[in-house]
Every structure is written in structure tokens, then in C-alpha cells.
């Protein structure tokens, strides 16, 4: 049976519905959920946590249907994007604000073993106006954490901290999690955050999980152009031309694929690329083992942070390809150049017929 269970979950709030939610994860798993504003992110949140009473479906926890029960009965943790931390208690009260109404014992403890994971036993005599956006947040997590809560939910916990505060914290967070084997859905807007700390990813869009898999599932072979775009992926339309003993040949209208993925001969496929799965070269490579070599021009090159996104066009069909300014910097290319795309048949994912 599956740690926790959301099954066709229907919520109506009149101006907006989540509709036939379906899901299951295993304990310790760490859920990532993305998806435009408005996508009914944190409405699944608060029906799990049960703000929200569903009109259908139901929701299981360790094997125990959990729909009825309410809110603080739930042993469920929540941790909103504001910290709303209580500004005139000390950071060691705000922790341990939860577990004062579980116990009266081991709460020192309790409270400074988790502050030492998070790094912030140095701050417990302070209170939170004195604290910077990132200390605020670790606080957050430790009076959520500090009641082990047998299911974490967090609404973009991260968002209002710098970089640097937010590699650092998401750190800290997968060593206590790991420890503590706490299973997590964590709703973000920064793809990151999915590639940093989750192995699960689902895609909502207009009250529907649209797509829901592990990590290189979701983001190798999304199921449609929508989920393809946002995650920044290629969906190329294709017809299987051949798919005997070595690779699978696809056409894609002005060049041709190989693929160690299998389809039927005749069928029409979408084929996935990824950004960061393509190599380029401004010479054609005559001595590299890629089966997949697509003459190309530079169309466009936008700079994002360390890392550029090359837009390749090759006759009508573009490409997007993700590389280090340090490359781009030795490519020495600008639009109109001519660039190869190399692309190993194993990173030609088949999404479906």
C-alpha cells in the first residue's frame, strides 16, 4: 500500500475547481508540484491539509482514509511562502509553539536539535523582525519539522530568497529530511528546486494534474506541448519510418531522428529533446560516437545567469539548447552562424503515438 494516497480528489469553490486529482506517494518520497498561477497549486495543499472539504474523492495517510478528519488531527505540516512567524515570541518559542500542545516534556531538546540541523541554535534568543528572509524561513521549517509531522506541505517556501540563501537552504533541508524520512509536496516555480530535491514532479494547469511521474519521466518525456514548454523541453511531431534491430528512425519533417526508444513502424510519435541533452559545435564533429548530427543555424542566444539558451533553427524546426557561457564564450558563434546539433539516440525520448 502507498504511504499516502490522493484519489480522484474534486474540490468546488464555486470560482474554481480542481477536478479528478489522482496521485500516490511512498514514504520519504519528496514531491515537487509546478504549474501556471491560478492552477489550483495550493488549493490541493489546503484540501490536503483539510481547509478545503471535497465534493469527491478521498485522501489516505498510512493506510487510514483521512478525509473526515480534521485539520489538526491530521499530523500534517504546512509551511506558507509569508513564514508567519509570531513576531513577539523568540525564535525558540516560535519552534516550539507546536509542541507545547503535544507535550510538556523534551521540548528544550526537541527544539534545539532541530535548530542545530537547520543552523540557527545561534538565534533562538532572537526574534524574528531581527532575523534576515532566509533565517525567517529555517525557523518556519523547524516549528514545522520539530512535531514530525508524517506529511510536510510547503506553498514556495523559497521564493523570496536570494540565490545563494536558496541553495544553501534547500541543503540543509534535504539532510534533515533524509534523516527524519519525511515525505514532502512542495509546490515552486523554479525547476531548481525540482532538480535539487524532489524525485516526484507534478504539472497542474486549470484545477487538472495534467502529469505526474519521477523526476526524468516528467521531464524527459512530457505527454504534452504544454508541459513540454514548461518544463523546457523540444516536442518535435514525428513518423516512425523504421524500428528493426538498431535504432528507431523518425522523420520529423526536415530531418531525421535515431532513437533507442521503440515505436511502431508507420506510427506518429511526439519525440522529446532536452535542452541540456544537446551538444553543439561550430565545426561538423567527424570523430564523435552521436548517432544524431542536425545541421543548424543560430537564431537568437539569450543569456540566463551562468548558462545561455542557444535557439537553433534547421529549416522550420527550432531547437533550444542550454550551455555554459564559458562554451558559448569558445563556440565564438553569433545569430546567423552556422551550428551543429548533436544529439545521442538514447536522449531522443518517444513520448507517445
Same mark, same amino acid.
Given at each position: 500500500? +502507498? ?16 477536478? /479528478? ?31 478545503? /472539504?471535497?465534493? /469527491? ?10 478525509t473526515p478528519v480534521p485539520p489538526e488531527r491530521r499530523k500534517i505540516g504546512i509551511v506558507y511562502q509569508?513564514? %508567519? ?9 516560535? &519552534? ?19 535548530a542545530a540541523s537547520l543552523n540557527i541554535d545561534h538565534l533562538l534568543h532572537r526574534k524574528p523582525g531581527t532575523l534576515s528572509g532566509g533565517e525567517q524561513q529555517r525557523v518556519a521549517l523547524a ?22 540563501? *536558496? ?10 529530511? /533524509?534523516? *527524519? ?6 509546490? +515552486? ?6 532538480? =535539487? ?5 507534478? &504539472? ?8 505526474? !511521474? ?6 524527459? *518525456? ?5 508541459? %513540454?514548454?514548461?518544463?523546457?523541453? #523540444? ?6 519510418? =523504421?524500428?528493426?534491430? !538498431? ?31 544537446? &551538444? ?13 548530427? &542536425? ?12 548558462? #545561455? ?35 545521442? #539516440? ?8
Amino acid at each position: 500500500m +502507498s504511504f499516502f494516497k490522493v484519489d480522484n480528489l474534486h474540490i468546488d469553490l464555486v470560482e474554481f475547481q480542481l477536478r /479528478k486529482v489522482s496521485f500516490r506517494l511512498d514514504q520519504g518520497d519528496y514531491m515537487m508540484i509546478i504549474g501556471p498561477t491560478g492552477a489550483g497549486k495550493t488549493i490541493l495543499l489546503e484540501s490536503i491539509v483539510g481547509f478545503w /472539504k471535497p465534493e /469527491k474523492g478521498r485522501i489516505w495517510l498510512e493506510d487510514v482514509e483521512i478525509t473526515p478528519v480534521p485539520p489538526e488531527r491530521r499530523k500534517i505540516g504546512i509551511v506558507y511562502q509569508d513564514y %508567519a512567524l509570531i513576531p513577539h515570541f523568540t525564535v525558540f518559542e516560535n &519552534i516550539a509553539y507546536g509542541l507545547k500542545k503535544k507535550t510538556k516534556y523534551g521540548i528544550s531538546e526537541s527544539v534545539k536539535d532541530i535548530a542545530a540541523s537547520l543552523n540557527i541554535d545561534h538565534l533562538l534568543h532572537r526574534k524574528p523582525g531581527t532575523l534576515s528572509g532566509g533565517e525567517q524561513q529555517r525557523v518556519a521549517l523547524a516549528r514545522s519539522l520539530v512535531v514530525e509531522p508524517k506529511l510536510l506541505l510547503m506553498d514556495e517556501p523559497f521564493s523570496a530568497l536570494d540565490p545563494k540563501t *536558496r541553495r544553501e537552504t534547500r541543503h540543509l533541508l534535504l539532510d534533515v529530511l /533524509k534523516r *527524519r524520512k519525511t515525505t514532502v509536496i512542495h509546490i +515552486s516555480h523554479d525547476l531548481n528546486d525540482a532538480w =535539487a530535491l524532489a524525485n516526484k514532479l507534478a &504539472i497542474f494547469r486549470d484545477g487538472f494534474l495534467l502529469q505526474f !511521474g519521477t523526476i526524468d519521466e516528467v521531464f524527459r *518525456r512530457p505527454q504534452s506541448r504544454f508541459i %513540454a514548454d514548461f518544463v523546457g523541453a #523540444s516536442l518535435l511531431d514525428g513518423t516512425v519510418l =523504421a524500428n528493426g534491430s !538498431g535504432p528507431c528512425i523518425i522523420d520529423v519533417g526536415d530531418f531525421q531522428l535515431l532513437s533507442t526508444d521503440y515505436a511502431d513502424e508507420g506510427s506518429q510519435v511526439q519525440v522529446a529533446l532536452r535542452p541540456e541533452d544537446i &551538444i553543439v559545435s561550430k565545426k561538423y564533429p567527424s570523430s564523435i560516437s552521436a548517432q544524431n548530427i &542536425i545541421r543548424t543555424k543560430l537564431k537568437r542566444l539569450v543569456p540566463e545567469g551562468r548558462a #545561455s539558451f542557444l535557439h537553433l533553427i534547421a529549416n522550420e524546426t527550432e531547437l533550444t539548447v542550454l550551455v555554459t557561457n564559458n562554451a558559448v564564450t569558445q563556440l565564438g558563434v553569433s545569430p546567423g552562424d552556422t551550428i551543429y546539433a548533436i544529439i545521442k #539516440s538514447a536522449n531522443v525520448r518517444i513520448v507517445g503515438s
